[in-house]
């Protein structure tokens, strides 16, 4: 199983003696099946892509993958579609730890670069249809 690397770090958090760059999460490679939220994604484009996805022949199953704060809006989201499908899908539903990693690095330049690991909650939501 190989992982995906993502870009490079996205956020920057200042403390007195050290700049933390956190770093992207790594991933699977994305399917078209797949629908990474986070808490800036848009809702009503959320249901619309997996409603989209639901309705194709071809598509059997969509999996809603959320991490953190997201975690609130991925099972909303599945929760929605529940109700707008009602009978027609069932899911289910996988929860973890994920390891993210960030970069700290020291204000003193002469000192070296500090990779330090934190535990993030997930979850993984397979949403697929009933058989006729």
């Known amino acids: 199983m190989k992982l995906s690397k993502t870009k490079d770090p996205v956020k920057s958090i200042s403390n007195k003696d050290k700049i933390i760059h956190k770093r992207t999460p790594q991933h699977l490679p994305i399917k078209k099946n797949d629908i990474y939220v986070s808490r800036k994604s848009s ?11 639901l309705l194709e022949k071809e ?3 969509i999996v ?3 991490l953190g704060a ?3 809006i991925t099972v909303n989201l ?3 579609l529940k ?4 009978d027609k899908i ?11 990693y960030d970069d700290v690095e020291p ?13 993030n909650s997930a979850i993984t939501i397979k949403i697929f249809k009933k058989n006729k």
């Open 70 to 72: 997201a975690i609130k």
């Open 78 to 80: 599945a929760l929605e």
């Open 59 to 61: 598509t059997s199953f």
């Open 43 to 53: 809702y009503i484009a959320l249901i619309k892509r997996a409603k989209k996805l």
């Open 83 to 86: 109700k707008q499908f009602s």
């Open 107 to 119: 204000e003193n330049k002469e000192e070296d670069l500090i990779t330090e690991t934190r535990n």
């Open 90 to 100: 069932d899911w289910e539903i996988t929860t973890s730890t994920v390891k993210l």
């Open 64 to 66: 809603l993958h959320g």
